[in-house]
């Protein structure tokens, strides 16, 4: 018996694409710069100006469809009040990288073999630097940025901060 495969249909390239609901929370924005003002770095925008005015006037909806315990990254990017170090990585996290870097080069010669492509391309310095970053994020929120949290999600940011003493305390020993 013959498995029958559906495939999405192609547009051509004239006709226009569905468009949201009017009542739809992002109804103004496009998929690209919904995913800028989330996810970061997707340069939709035609200036830094208009992605600002955009997070203005969607931050209420950007927050509420967010993950509990994470923020839409650009509430990091322009939100009044947050220190420098919760809003990039910074020199530090680098150094802590590196570090890394040569715990695993310590283990042996042919562990670094097995791991050298993570560090060659990036990847394990990338993963180390955002986890640090994300770290500061979670103690930030738990500390001096409660009052942004929403109903409920204290507990959530209180078990990430948690998860990563945890996981610092695992990769110190």
């Given amino acids: 018996m013959r498995k029958i495969i559906k495939v999405l249909r192609r547009r ?3 006709e226009p694409q569905d468009e949201r609901p009017a009542n739809h929370p992002f109804s103004g924005l496009t998929i ?5 003002l989330t996810f970061g770095n997707c340069g939709d925008f035609k200036n830094e100006r208009a992605r600002r005015a955009a997070y203005r ?3 209420d909806d950007l927050i509420k ?3 509990r315990g994470r923020r839409p990254a650009a509430f990091w990017d322009y939100e009044r009040g947050l220190p420098n170090d919760v809003r990039d990585t910074t020199d ?3 150094k802590l990288a590196d570090q890394r870097r040569a715990c695993v080069m310590a283990l042996g010669r042919d562990f670094w073999a097995s791991q050298n492509w993570l560090f060659e ?3 394990a310095t990338q993963i180390v630097v955002d986890s640090a970053l994300a770290e500061r ?4 929120l738990a ?3 409660v009052k942004t949290l929403r109903p409920g999600e204290l507990k959530v940011v209180q078990d990430e901060v948690a998860f990563h003493v945890q996981q610092t305390a695992i990769r110190e020993s």
């Fill in 12 to 14: 051509p390239a004239g």
């Fill in 32 to 36: 690209r710069q919904l995913a800028d």
């Fill in 57 to 59: 006037s969607y931050r």
């Fill in 65 to 67: 469809h967010t993950r």
């Fill in 92 to 94: 530090d996290d680098l």
């Fill in 121 to 123: 391309s990036g990847h």
């Fill in 137 to 140: 994020r979670a103690r930030w």
């Fill in 143 to 145: 500390g001096p940025g």
